[in-house]
Structures are given as C-alpha cells and as structure tokens.
C-alpha cells in the first residue's frame, strides 16, 4: 500500500478537511457532518478512560482536539509529512502528543490501548482481504482485553459505483477549491479507482491526484470483523448514532475483542 497522493500535501489537505470551527465551510450541512465526527470520536476516546491510538491520524484533526480534552492519545500515520504537520500544529496548541510513522497492516508497538480509532475511510485504503486480515491482526494485538475497536467508512451506493469511466461529478468545494471526480469500479476487486481534479475560479485542474478505494458492503463488513476475531457492537449510520439503516450515508462501527 502506496502512499496516497491525496496526503502529500498537508495544507492543501488541511484546507480541503479543516475541523468543523475553522470558519473555512460554507456549506452548513457539512459543517455540521464534520462537527458530528468530532464530537463523535471525543465522546468515545472519553468513555474508553486512554490511553487510545489513533491510525491514519493525519494531520491531527482529531487527535489533537482529544488531547486537548485530556485524554491521552497517540497518533500513528503512514505519511511523514502529514505526521510533521501534526506534531507542529500539536506544538501551536500546547498539547504534548507522540506521533509515529507506521503502516496499519504490520504496526507493532510496546503499550497497549482502551480505544483504537481508524477514522474517516482510512480503512478503505486497504484493497484486499489480506490487508484487512493483517491490519485487523494488528488492532487486536494492541487493544486491552476490553478494549474497542471504533471506525468509520461509507457505504456505497450503488448508483456511485454504476457512474459512467471518465465522466466527472462535483465531489467537494472548500475554501475557493472545488474539486470533480471521476471514477471506475473493478466489480471484481470491489475497488474504485478515483481520480480528483482540483481548481479555482482562476485555475482549473491546477492539481490531479489518483488513489484507489475499497467497497465494503454491509454485510461483508461483520464477516471480515468477526473473522478477525471482533464482535461489531455497534453500527449506526451516522455520527449522529442514528440506527443504520438501508439510508444510511456511513457505517460507523463500534467493535470489541469476541473473547472465547
């Protein structure tokens, strides 16, 4: 698993997902999905007591809010530059947080942990099964034995997958950025390859960046979480806790270790 290109450029990323008190999102109804997320993940780094890791942590949207809130928290990531974008916008906040370089798949760390957090669709950058087996292996390595497992990814619409190759669709506009999609879907792989192009009033298609996902149907999603061996808790359909439902934009999943 490459790095992907939507994570090479920190501000530009930053400016693209701020956190929901930026003043940077127009659009209410994000703003408010954002903020939702937020105190989502808050709320649950609390009722796990820490010390809690975050994987895929970023830029340290997230990471850096629960620090504050004085849980204690260590953030991991694949991408080096992100990573030295947490750890300066930790130092602006004040918060002494532990950022490390690591690959979801093989990380192997000396504590363990009350609550790990995988949010955001990180864990859709996993294409195959074989990655999610060893990611899984790996969360189940370095929870407590009540420790929980918490996470977030989409759930995929079957009209998105059936778009037509090449074609573009507005995707996310932030900050005088706009950015359209373009996608195809490997059926068989159950992976989109995406293609985003970024523009301003002033410049269009200034930058284009292609990554991979994977689609994670619902009821595929508790069988690769039990064969890890987790038991999902909890699935609700947005971070709201709404139930999930057929409507449902999200998966967001609440697991813990299925001890025998």
């Given amino acids: 698993m490459d790095e992907c290109g939507l994570y090479s450029d920190p501000e530009l990323y930053d400016s693209l997902f701020p956190n929901a008190g930026a003043g940077t999102i127009d659009d ?4 408010e999905r954002i903020a939702a997320s937020e105190t989502f993940y808050l709320e649950e780094a609390r009722r796990g007591g820490g010390p809690v890791l975050e994987m895929a942590c970023g830029s340290g949207r997230l990471t850096i809010p629960i620090a504050q809130a004085g849980v204690e928290i260590t953030g991991a990531d694949l991408s080096r ?15 002494a947080v532990q950022f490390i370089e690591a690959d979801m798949r093989s990380f192997e760390l000396a504590e363990k942990f009350a ?17 999610w087996t060893r990611c899984l292996a790996c969360v189940a ?8 497992l918490i996470f977030d990814i989409s759930k995929w ?7 037509p190759a090449g074609q573009r669709f507005p995707a996310l506009t932030s900050d005088n950025v706009t950015i359209e999609e373009s996608a195809s879907y490997d059926a068989a792989r159950q992976v989109r390859d995406i293609t985003w192009y970024f523009s301003t009033p002033e410049q269009r298609d200034f ?20 064969s890890a061996g987790f038991r999902l808790d909890t699935r609700y359909g947005e971070f709201t806790r709404e139930p ?12 813990s270790l299925n001890h025998p």
């Fill in 81 to 95: 530059s992100m990573l030295e974008r947490a750890r300066e916008k930790a130092r602006r906040a004040g918060v």
């Fill in 207 to 226: 930058r284009v960046i292609e990554y991979r996902l994977r689609v994670v149907f619902p009821q595929e999603l508790p069988l690769l979480i039990e």
């Fill in 115 to 131: 609550t790990l957090l995988i949010p955001g669709n990180s864990l859709l950058h996993l294409e195959t099964i074989d990655d």
């Fill in 157 to 163: 619409e079957i009209a998105m997958l059936a778009r």
């Fill in 141 to 148: 390595n370095h929870l407590t034995p009540h420790g929980r």
């Fill in 244 to 255: 999930f439902t057929p409507a449902s934009p999200r998966q967001v999943c609440i697991c």
């Fill in 28 to 31: 209410a109804a994000r703003r």
